[in-house]
DNA sequence: CATGAATGAGTATTCATTCAT
DNA sequence: AATGAATGAATACTCATTCAT
């Protein structure tokens, strides 16, 4: 209880590993099943818990699922957080995005596909909207605010509306993910569609030009 | 009550029209709670008969949802279907394609949810796959056909990269009515954003311009 | 409905077979799969009619059960009845009894198995047992009237019991289809051995004797 | 509450002993209405316990008739197992055989009812078969085995074939506990039946004779 | 912290039976 | 005489949650 701030005690440490262990396990099992088939005695099991221990760390399955979505909010900001690329050119800064995507399309497709379970869910759960809402909307803004600066700079178009385009931009990439032959190679072949998609045309030089490689 | 002489007998006739009840009920149930929450019960007390006689009509939740999955695919397909709009301009088909969607975003909001989930459940239901897959690849496929055509006429990008475009379209669509704020006067300026992001940027004549109305 | 004696119309001689096809599949179901896994549904498809058709003939699925009974109990009937043999020798007559079972093992062992369920149930179920009882008892007092008399000729041991001693081999026959290994050759070995266990030992000509390698 | 250091926990023990009282129960309600109306709310409600934790212990009906029919072998090996009658004439161990079973059949009635619907269904369960099969045929070995021992002493008759013969006295006892009128008097008088068919006729002493008491 | 046992409310499915046609 | 549709009452089994230890 009266932890020094720099060093909580084995046993809350230790709980806190727990509701990780817990969160993890949830997060793959909804990749699995869908929050359809998500039971929280799987979730124990896998964790290698008892399910009232389970029910000690995480009392209701709602929290359970507020835990997930905290979790899978918390992967994502690690990435996207101080990376400080401001000082880029906007198209640089949009490449710089669509690297992340892809890095995440290689080596993180479940948190992919838990994020798109959680975005469905929140349609309906009002708790669920606000963890995922506030997450995809920061996405979004900033996609706006990366294109809005390349129309001033005269990266982009200069007829692009950033609002409609960041939408285009998260959308195209979401539904990806979503979609069948997602692989790699077709999502490069995706981004230099949308690098297209909103380039200033009468710029001189063109860098990687062509629809295929 | 002034049926052909042909018409068959009310009986079995009755009995279509309750799986189409049933079919009904469920998508609706589909989208207030998910599959997570879809209930026979529930299907059975909003269409006003028996549990018992629920399964009498489908068997079992699996044939429900199946069932689900094609009243989907036939209410959409009356949409697509025989449209005959090849004598259209390419610019103008794609237009066309636009009104579509803005049409099931109008009126058919309920389908394109439902249409949302089924997509979400065909990740780890091979048999919504099934269903669900072939019906994405025939929009894109038909986006993907539009968008070459544009290219060859000069009516879009000759950078154009059909494939990869028409997953842009199709992503940035259902994207939207995915997303918050999926207003008609949003999907007004995204579907203008689309245009220009294909058009080509060297054709004289420039229909609608301009980013904000 | 005022139809001759020896020519009921077709309608009623029709609903006589439907009855009979009805318990005729019963039957067969209950060898397959016991009291506990008939159902009427399966009756009524296996006879090729509907369920309800099924309970216009044969009201409750008690009366179906009732049906079968009396089905059984006619076709041992017809083996048993009038077979006359009163003029022959005790020992004679009891070969007789052999034969028939023999014959019921090799060519209506389903009827044996279905009259094994019915006797099992009939210790529960008293309108059972008024119809399989009185068979059974049936069979054993004809068999202790042989061993009665049997004993009077000689041909039997003198002190042979005829009541338990009926019991013994309706016993053994009835155990004897029940068990594993109900070959026909083990059928032989048993009723020989039964026929020494009656005979009197004071005789003198002693047909196919000793137990066999 | 007094119980030695290395007794397992209350928990553990308890959870044995509602097995068993679930056995006893689902034993009970075989013998009042068969497999065929068994159910498991029946089972919790007569063990005083929920459904639900009936299922906690015994996760399937299957396994539940499983547990029954492997407490009746328990039960039955308690009775049969090292009595160690090696020692005595054939002849007095197939008395104590019959004692045996006219222990069960006044003390424990419920448990060869039981049997005989174990027996009945092993017909079409090859699990039930592969634990009552092996449980009567250990019973009818341990005859046969006494009978070729008395027919080696000369104790009973030379011409007895062991194998037939002891189906001969497994299918009298079974089917005597079968029939009605199983009375006490009655199996005295099929006892004394089955001891005057095996016995050697050519022994001078001859023990409780007379077929009526 | 952890767990074995317990449970109320449910969950899809089944079954014998009924009824309008 | 037959049937498609309908149903009330089960039926085995599940699930999130609780609680004593």
New binding site residues.
Partial sequence: MNAPVTAPPK??E??ED?KAAIAAAARALIVEKGFEG????DIAERVG?????????V????A?IALVADDIRAELREQSDGKGREHLSPAAQLECEFDDYAELLGEKVALLTALSELLERSRRDPVMLGCVGPMMGKWKRMIEEILAQGVASGDFRADLDPDPAARMLVGAMTGFSRAPNATPDNFKRLRAELTRAVRNPNLPTLPTQGPRP
């Fill in positions: 046993s809350r230790s709980s727990r998500l039971r929280t005695r818990i008892n399910i009232a221990t389970l029910h000690y760390h009392p209701t399955k709602e359970l």
